[in-house]
């Protein structure tokens, strides 16, 4: 059965610094073998993608708002994914859920994805 755990969320405020992580099991063939994305949904807004790190952690893919201050990052050796989000800003507020793409690159389409976490909730206060 395939698990994806997210952790990390809470509030902050404006400008502070936080990170999630995503640890995932189950996966086959491994967890090596996806791309892995972060979402978000804010309310009454649909889900859209935050960033995207290819399944060797080479190639990463941020959505413009988060560029600059997001970070994606992957171990394939603990089967985990994070983000590190600084300069956090009251519209990054949102319920952010990691997916898992069995794909080299991902895909920035939600579609993409074969597996999502519950999503943890990130508020941001200003």
């Known amino acids: 059965q395939v698990q994806l755990l997210e952790s990390g969320g809470g509030l902050v405020q404006a400008g502070d610094s936080l990170r999630i992580s995503c640890a995932a099991s189950g996966l086959r063939p491994g967890f090596s073998s996806y791309a892995m994305g972060w979402f978000r949904q804010a309310p009454g807004k649909e889900r859209e993608l935050v960033a995207v790190?290819?399944?060797?952690?080479?190639?990463?893919y941020y959505e413009d708002s988060v560029k600059g201050r997001f970070t994606i990052s992957r171990d394939n050796a603990k089967n985990t994914v994070s983000l590190q989000m600084d300069s956090l800003k009251p519209e990054d507020t949102a319920v952010y859920f990691c997916?898992?793409?069995?794909?080299?690159?991902?895909?920035?389409?939600?579609?993409?994805?074969?597996?999502w976490g519950q999503g943890t909730q990130i508020t941001v206060s200003s």
């Open positions: 790190i290819s399944w060797t952690g080479d190639n990463t």
């Open positions: 997916a898992a793409a069995l794909s080299p690159m991902g895909s920035s389409s939600e579609r993409g994805y074969a597996y």
